[in-house]
């Protein structure tokens, strides 16, 4: 040992362990990255001091729903997730990655990812080296990129699909014999280099907003519900990991794909991620439903948890971004499909093309959260002042009054203000935090569906737990800290099998936060606009945070709110070379 007891030590803070046991006031011992004591813990040297007299002490974030995989190569921090304490992110959910990926197929890749996840091609583009093929080589990759956070990824399944089948085959057929067999080689090819898993998105066509550059399904989305099982059969036989499904949202999808995949797992060590569900004011009825269905998979022995989005959002877009608002409608992915603003400006000027879609959008009986448009509530209209009447209002306020469709109205302010119309979605979860509590309640649900790194220019909610604390412990005082912290953390540290994360505790890596609860904010009025993306390009940023400190692995990398540039993020894999099944 040194001269120095520790590395870092925080002082005199009020320690939340993550654990859900009650909070006690001491001091946290650091060395090697590691908690190494805890208690009290004077007359220990150390080489820095974080003195927390006043604040918490508590565990960094855990998230388990990202798509950081991108953003990694020009942004360290991950966005809005660094600052706003979320210490270790999970990528490549829903079946979407850049591995495996041959030379030939990289731009299509990117185009595919352009699509289901809103990341522009140019961003892609201008920041990755592609300079890997295999999982492996992906890994290598990831490993030696700087990182602010700790990564964990899925091995997402389309990328390995199209490598094994070609995008042709993969999107019309099931993989044969052979085919299938390869798949079974790659994908433990992958969980040998530290993928946790395996990630899918099941939905089909109706309701999806995953959709190709071209507008066809994903191959998941596609695939016969056989083949998805038999793809899986190479987890389960590994006896190690996490298979993640996105197989139901709200209305849409049909989760007995996750019900088939947890019976075949049942009792292998292999846990399902089911996503997603959902808070919402018009559907709450789902609530109860999703959690009786939960509870009844579980009873069976079955290892599913579920991901909820929980936090308070909402989804802001211009013309150009309107699928993430309603993607699902035929008539959002045309105009999103434009190639430039004059082809949908004279998109928007067909009068057949407003009434098809007018047409379209009546069929829709159901409310989804953000993704009907007749509840938008235009905020911008680019400064035209014949326009401004406008602002405050939604669209169907303004179509009841004009004797108008929605549509037409939409076409109108669009076309008006020269497409600088910008529109506020309606919460795209429960306003009340009734329907959270009940999900929270519940063993087998965890929170976190942040899914940060997409959809970057209609919203960011890398912010979801700061909001969950102002909103559930200081503003509603529903939840402890001790039990709020427990839900960011631990929970879903587990639940994606990472054993030495999410707690203060001996031996666990010391991903830290220090804050004040009076002082972390949230701005609900309207995301920022910021210019920190590739080649100077915008996204929109939730106005949020307020911790004092944050450390990663052991490392300030966040203090008084700000960067500091260090990277001490790491790899973090669940899965073992040593579990691989013998064929």
Not at 62 to 88: E, K, M, R
Request: hydrophobic share 40%.
């Amino acid at each position: 040992m040194t001269s120095t007891s520790f590395d870092v030590v925080i002082r005199n803070g009020f320690v939340v362990d993550g654990t859900g046991a009650p909070g006690y006031y001491g001091d946290i011992g650091i060395r090697d990255g590691r908690i190494a004591a805890v208690g009290r813990l004077k007359g220990c040297d150390a080489e820095r001091t974080v003195d927390a007299t006043g604040m918490i002490v508590a565990p960094g974030h855990v998230t388990q729903h990202t798509h950081y995989d991108a953003a990694l190569f020009w942004d360290p921090y991950c966005l809005d997730s660094g600052a706003n304490g979320i210490t270790t992110v999970v990528n490549a959910n829903c079946g979407f990655g850049f591995a495996p990926v041959r030379a030939q197929d990289a731009e299509r890749t990117m185009l595919m990812m352009s699509t289901t996840e809103q990341i522009p091609v140019a961003h892609q583009r201008a920041t990755m080296p592609w300079d890997w093929e295999t999982f492996p080589d992906w890994m290598d990759r990831l490993q030696a990129l700087p990182k602010g956070v700790n990564v964990s990824t899925y091995l997402p399944l389309n990328p390995l699909l199209v490598y094994v089948m070609g995008v042709d085959a993969a999107k019309t057929r099931s993989p044969n014999a052979q085919e299938m067999a390869e798949i079974h080689g790659l994908i433990n090819q992958a969980m040998d280099a530290g993928a946790i898993g395996v990630s899918m998105s099941t939905m089909g066509a109706e309701g999806n907003t995953h959709v190709d550059y071209d507008g066809t399904s994903m191959p998941t989305d596609s695939m016969d519900h056989d083949a998805v099982v038999e793809i899986c059969r190479a987890v389960v036989d590994r006896g190690e990991g996490i298979i993640q499904v996105l197989s139901q949202i709200a209305i849409y999808g049909d989760r007995s794909i996750t019900e088939r995949l947890a019976e075949l797992a049942r009792g292998s060590g292999v846990r399902i991620i089911h996503n997603a569900f959902l808070t919402n004011d018009q559907l709450d009825f789902l609530v109860p439903q999703d959690l009786e269905w939960l509870s009844e998979q579980r009873g069976l022995g079955r290892d599913i948890t579920a991901g909820a989005l929980l936090n308070r959002g909402w989804v802001e877009a211009g013309v150009r971004e309107l699928d993430a608002a309603g993607g699902q409608f035929k008539g959002v992915r045309r105009i999103v499909a434009c190639a430039d603003d004059d082809e949908i400006r004279a998109l928007l000027s067909d009068r057949d093309f407003v009434e098809s879609f007018a047409a379209e959008l009546g069929e829709v009986t159901a409310a989804t959260g953000a993704s009907g448009l007749a509840g938008q509530t235009v905020i911008d209209v680019g400064g035209n002042e014949a326009l401004e009447g406008h602002l405050g209002r939604t669209l169907n306020d303004i179509a009841e009054e004009t004797g108008q469709s929605v549509v037409a109205v939409l076409a109108d302010l669009a076309l008006r203000s020269d497409l600088a119309l910008q529109l506020k979605s309606p919460p795209i979860g429960a306003t009340g935090p009734e329907q959270a509590m009940s999900y929270l309640d519940h063993t087998g649900v965890i929170g976190g569906g942040s899914d940060g790194g997409a959809h970057t220019k209609a919203f960011g909610m890398g912010h979801y737990p700061t909001d969950l604390l102002i909103w559930l412990v200081r503003e509603q005082g529903l939840r402890t800290l001790e039990d709020m912290h427990f839900q960011l953390s631990l929970k879903t540290a587990r639940a994606v099998q990472i054993h030495d994360r999410g707690a203060l505790l001996p031996g666990f890596w010391a991903d830290v936060l220090v804050y004040n609860l009076n002082d972390l904010y949230f701005d609900m009025t309207r995301y920022d606009i910021v210019h920190d993306m590739p080649n100077g390009d915008w996204r929109r940023k939730g106005n949020a945070g307020g911790y004092q400190y944050i450390l990663v692995n052991g490392e300030v990398t966040h203090e008084g709110g700000a960067s500091n540039g260090q990277t001490p993020g790491q790899v973090v894999r669940v899965t073992s070379p040593a579990a691989r099944a013998t064929p």
